[in-house]
């Protein structure tokens, strides 16, 4: 006999398939299998048609296409014999499914089935139809399903339970007609009726709230009792498992009685006592046992209960937290982050188990542990737990610290009783952990020591006794260079003294080393480099003494490949060696930094995430997606909107003095501005000065940046520091030796018509154009801002916001305060380029805020009706 022809029995394929050594081979004999049962299909083979099915549901296990055979399986349903029908039913689950359109051909068959004498054949089809039933076939059975959910075998009521509850899922709106059905067999005695007859019931009542309440009323009590009847049942060996009387049935009785418990104090009052009971009788030393409690606690903690049960059910799981089977503690972990808002004094109970499993060697674990921890803390315990922490960080694995930290330093900074204490656990993540801190942290670090004034000492001194152990550790350097640098002096003077310090002898070299060995560290990186130039600039100022050594220090960046070092270097030289009388002056100490500002960043709540924006105050063009390029003053490559006196500020600007500006006069610019490109040029000793067209400092900043080169840090902070020294014209022409104001604006491009941009019933927005000859893309705009009203505005702010292709300079407000009834007015300047000059017109959103009465005002608007040749 051809070993491959369609007598082949199934062994002899399997086995020649089995002996196939490639892939190849095995596509070869499956090929020429497919073809021969091809051929028999349309021969119309009936003798070897079960065999083939078989052998094709092999193939299709093997993962190769078997379609050709589903006329195959609706041929063997259509037989009268029960064999045949079985391998065709089984035919018709596998290679089949309910998206199919052969399966309506079946729909008849599955009928006629239903109605069969042979219980087996009844059974069979209940099983197809319970793997592959569509809705249209739903509809069509479900009342012969339903018929025999009544059936005298009791397995046949198992299968049609089972059927039911796909009919239901698959068409919700049958679910009443099963709901009296469910009933009866709620109080079968047969465990495997009863098991499918609560799956009903349970799917029933999560489908129909009507379905709910009925059952509620009518079943509750006697779920409760069949519960306590197997869990007082003796030894039956047909459901025992591991010495607990079917673990199965127990299940999903509490599953069901946690639905029907859920939001409903009667039913939650019939089933306290055998919850309790389940609690304390079943066994935990076994997994069918470790299972039941599971779900007992789950059923607890959902349905309306007293909290002794409660208390009951977190012990259980305290247990589980001993369990030497990960899953066991991993689960437990789980439901106890869920009862933590439920009760969380009874889950603080085992903080001590739950710490211990933040150092467990299986990760999940560890991570699981750690949230629930992060949950659990709050004023009273948080000292306890961030010192247990803390300490594990000295030992955890590397691949954990990371998650580590980041929950060590949320907890300090939310839940911190003091700011010293903040402060050093602060400082001890940092020594421990510092490559794993996100900069955030240590720009809200900076932000609380600037507001600490009366630990200024303490914190240099601890961060100098720090970066001597750990000097490996990036963000700690950083916070320590950037502290000696501004609190160099108290170190070396031991200013400050706490009660619980020792004093310590410091030099001014040794504190010029500290930094001197930071920026020439192989791990530095462009950041920490140039915060170290930034930090010997100012102690060039604070230790006189050292100046020449620090000059050298700044000297040697002079070559480095990387620009802004380099750009920083040539800078901080020439003022070190030719601008002494105003080094002091650029160089003070930082005043100190609003936290609520910085909150405010952290938080989110810059106007306008998608678009360009732009600081107000200063007129410098922030990325807010590069706050650490900010932070060493890297010009930005794409501009943003936000005013200075709001929440937008830029934080990271205010931390190296770059863009506070002067409080401006009723034009909008001090008198300072006005030099504001002499003063820089004379600087840097770079030759003339050019012609100014309208050249305010903010301006020679804008176009710093249009030209893609990067904002000199020495420009930003001459302008910052011009207030401190309360420059005038005539004081920096003094101080430069004789260089003159520069000469006013002139301003002859071609005229617009003014528009409103925005009104509202108390407020109006007035805009008027102007160009500068040879600068198409670019117009300026000076806004008119009128109140209607008879109330007085005050912390008047404007913000704006434009699309990528556009930048944008706001330059301050003449005023915060606007005046009622039209009774003067608001002037604010803006500059607009567009880089698609020609293509597309202006736009722009605007956020105004004020307070009225005390109260926050916030009106909103876009503006599009700009002329369209700006």
Known sequence: MNPFSSGTRLRDMIRAIRACKTAAEERAVVRKECALIRAAVSDNDNGYRHRNLAKLMFIHMLGYPTHFGQMECLKLIAAPGFPEKRIGYLGLMLLLDERQEVLMLVTNSLKQDLNHANQYIVGLALCALGNICSAEMARDLAPEVERLLHFRDPNIRKKAALCSIRIVKKVPDLAENFVNPVVSLLKEKHHGVLLTGIQLCTELCNLSEEALEYFRKKCTEGLVKVLKDVVNSSYAPEYDISGIADPFLHIRLLRLLRVLGHGDADASDSMNDILAQVATKTESNKNAGNA????????????????????????????????????????????????????????????????????????????????????????????????????????????????????????????????????????????????????????????????ASNLHGYTVRSLYKAIQKSADQATLVRVAVWCIGEYGDMLINNIGMLDLEDPITVTENDAVDVVELAIKLHTSDLTTRAMCLIALLKLSSRFPSCSQRIKNIVTQSKGSLLLELQQRSIEFDSIIEKHQNIRSALVERMPVLDEATFSGRKTGSILAPAVSTIN??????????????????????????????????????????????????????????????????????????????????????????????????????????????????????????GFGPSPPPTNNGPAYPPIVAFESSSLRLTFNFSKQPGSPQETHIEADFTNKSSDVYTNFIFQAAVPKFLQLHLEPASSNTLPGNANGAITQKLRVTNSQHGKKSIVMRIRISYKLNNKDVLEEGQISNFPRDL
Not at 329 to 335: D, H
Not at 350 to 363: G, P
């Open 292 to 451: 039941i409690l599971y779900e007992c606690v789950e059923t607890i903690m959902s349905i309306e209960d007293v909290s002794g049960l409660r208390v009951l059910a977190i012990n259980i799981l305290g247990r589980f937290l001993s369990n030497r089977d990960n899953n066991i503690r991993y689960v437990a972990l789980n439901m106890l982050m869920k009862a933590v808002s439920i009760d969380d004094q009874a889950v603080q109970r085992h903080r001590a188990t739950i710490l211990e499993c933040v150092k467990d060697s299986d990760a999940s674990i560890r991570k699981r542990a750690l949230e629930l921890v992060y949950l659990l803390m709050n004023e009273t315990n948080v000292k306890a737990l961030a010192k247990e922490l803390i300490d594990y960080l000295q030992v955890s694995d590397q691949d954990f610290k990371g998650d580590l930290t980041a929950k060590i330093c949320s907890i300090v900074e939310k839940l911190s009783p003091d700011k010293i204490w903040y402060i050093d656990q602060m400082l001890k993540v940092l020594s421990e952990a510092g490559n794993h801190v996100k900069d955030e942290v240590w720009h809200a670090l900076i932000v609380v020591i600037t507001n």
């Open 616 to 737: 107000s105050a200063s007129g410098v063009a922030i990325s807010a997606a590069a706050p650490l390029v900010d932070f060493i003053d890297i010009g930005a490559d794409e501009p943003a909107a936000a005013s200075p006196t709001s929440s937008g500020g830029n934080f990271l600007q205010d931390l190296l003095d770059v863009g506070t500006t002067p409080i401006p006069s009723q034009s909008g610019k001090t008198e300072a501005q006005k030099s504001g490109t002499d003063v820089l040029l004379d600087l840097l000793s770079i030759g003339p000065s050019p012609p100014q067209n309208s050249s305010s400092a903010p301006d020679l900043l804008s176009l710093s940046q249009d030209n893609k080169t990067s904002v000199s840090p020495l420009d930003s902070l001459s302008l910052a520091t011009v207030p401190a020294v309360q420059a005038s014209s005539t004081a920096m022409m003094d101080l430069l030796d």
